[in-house]
């Protein structure tokens, strides 16, 4: 596995060894001792979650602030604009963000540590995104931020397209009124 820094030196992007031929493919998606060796990180998942999402649909920013979740997360189907945001105000990066694309074709993976929000923004006619969670969801602790909120100022290089998005997120609050973590 190699893995690659991002502009958040807690977000990484892992890339997998594929072992591929004229019948297909094989790659270990995750291996507790190889993601120790290569991140130094020591995580224990507790829950895998499948979410499929048409195109413009974008998911997210969401965290939970009691028992924070590190997620591994990858795309199985399609291509998403994946987004961590640093939500932790004791960092020097509260605020700012990272993306990476994710596809079924790439086979990437991004590693969301605890205290970061975690968005994605679907850029195929649909996609499969599967992640692991080291803590449960819990919904009573889930919170979004703003998708568009200029203090955090993703590019999500939309165009004249409006995303679709769910209530909680369309209504979510601003990063200066948002719960964060410490």
């Known amino acids: ?25 094989f790659m270990e998606s995750w291996n507790a001792r190889t993601f120790r060796e290569a991140t130094g990180l020591d995580v224990e998942f507790v829950q895998d979650n499948h979410s499929r999402s048409v195109r413009n649909v974008l998911r997210g920013i ?3 602030v009691v028992k924070p979740q590190g997620k591994l997360v990858r795309v199985v189907t399609g291509a998403v604009f994946d987004v961590t945001v640093d939500l932790r105000q004791s960092s020097p ?79 979510a609050p601003s990063l200066s009124s948002a719960d964060t973590f410490s």
């Open 1 to 25: 596995m190699k893995v690659v820094p991002t502009a958040l030196p807690e977000v990484l992007i892992l890339e997998p060894e594929v072992f591929g031929d004229d019948r297909g493919f």
């Open 62 to 64: 969401h965290y939970q």
């Open 93 to 171: 990066n509260f605020g700012k963000w990272a993306g990476v694309e994710l596809s079924a074709e790439n086979k990437r993976q991004v590693w969301v540590p605890p205290g970061f929000g975690h968005a994605f923004l679907v850029r195929s006619e649909y996609s499969d995104v599967v992640y692991k969670t080291t803590e449960h969801w819990l919904a009573e602790y889930e919170r979004s931020l703003r998708w568009d909120d200029p203090a955090v100022a993703v590019n999500w290089d939309l165009g004249s397209q409006a995303p679709v998005l769910a209530n909680k997120d369309a209504n």
